[in-house]
């Protein structure tokens, strides 16, 4: 089993098919589709359905998906370590993240990184949920992950913390402000909220602090993702939570901010799985730790 089949591989099931794949990849498709015959071959069994269309997994190929990701990523790992023993700093550092970190931390932390390190290539995923963040650590996609803390440890993943952020209470353009510039969660609950799904860190604290009053939070808009919550509260469908870096992008068109009374703050970890880190990676991490 070769490097460049697990490649060949992959780019199949991460583009949805071996025309995609091919193109994405650079290379000829009777070549790539060569090679995926070759590594079924090898192992015995089919790895994708062929349909006049598109390409399904089989049940092998979904089983060989994790292994995959995993084997390039201790390849990578290896070559890198090597790289670092001979003095070169050089290959690709594969980060995801949730979007708003992406902004703050990451995007200054990269640009340093960048700085001393120029031969190495960045890539950043930055999927939708804090769950997703991690799987893709899990799996072997991304070396670094970063998300909001959990409570719990990840027992298959080791975490570092990174840092905090402020959450403001993020009002449309015109509001008036409270005259410390300071608003109570019980205040919060009298406004009209543009906030997250069920089980997002903003949604719970409502809910919970409602639930005290014998109350429910009046949520008008809910939204998947913070940036959403941004340009509605700038287009004045109501108040929002936002992280300070980001609640500072509204703030620059209009919206009006006040801090939480009492403070709250977001806590970041960095995740990474158990084992030696790559020289990328780990240069990275003390860089943003």
């Known amino acids: 089993m070769e490097r460049r089949q697990l490649e060949y591989f992959l780019a199949v099931v991460d583009h949805g098919g071996f025309t995609a794949a091919a193109a994405a990849l650079h290379v000829a498709q009777p070549s790539l589709s060569h090679s995926i015959k070759v590594l079924e071959r090898e192992l015995g069994a089919e790895l994708f359905h062929r349909l006049p269309r598109s390409v399904r997994l089989t049940s092998a190929g979904s089983a060989l998906i994790d292994f995959a990701r ?4 201790e390849m990578e790992t290896g070559r890198a370590a ?7 700093m050089a290959g ?3 980060l995801v993240t949730l979007p708003t970190l992406a902004l703050d931390p990451l995007a200054r932390v990269i640009g340093r990184f960048r700085a001393r390190h120029p031969q190495v290539r960045v890539r950043l995923n930055q999927p939708e949920s804090e769950d997703d963040v991690r799987a ?4 072997g996609e991304a070396e670094l992950g970063l998300a909001d803390a959990v409570p719990r440890p990840v027992d298959d993943l080791e975490s570092v913390p990174v840092g905090e952020q402020e959450l403001v209470i993020t009002m449309p353009p015109g509001s008036t402000p409270p005259p410390d510039g300071r608003m109570t969660v019980e205040e919060l609950l009298t406004k009209e909220v543009v906030t997250g799904f069920e089980g997002t860190l903003v949604r719970d604290l409502l809910r919970a602090e409602a639930a005290r009053r014998g109350t429910e939070p ?11 919550a941004l340009h509605l509260v700038v287009a004045g ?5 936002l992280p300070r870096p980001l609640a500072r992008l509204a703030e620059l068109e209009g919206a009006v901010l006040c801090s939480m009374d009492p403070v709250l703050n977001r806590r970041i970890d960095l995740f990474h799985r158990p084992g030696k880190l790559s020289p990328a990676a780990q240069a990275f991490l003390e860089m943003l730790a």
């Open 92 to 94: 690709r550092l594969d």
């Open 70 to 73: 995993r084997a390039l990523r």
């Open 218 to 228: 009046n949520v008008v808009v809910e939204v998947g993702h913070r940036e959403s």
């Open 237 to 241: 469908a109501g108040c929002a939570v």
């Open 136 to 139: 893709a650590v899990r799996t």
């Open 82 to 88: 090597v790289r670092e023993v001979t003095g070169l």
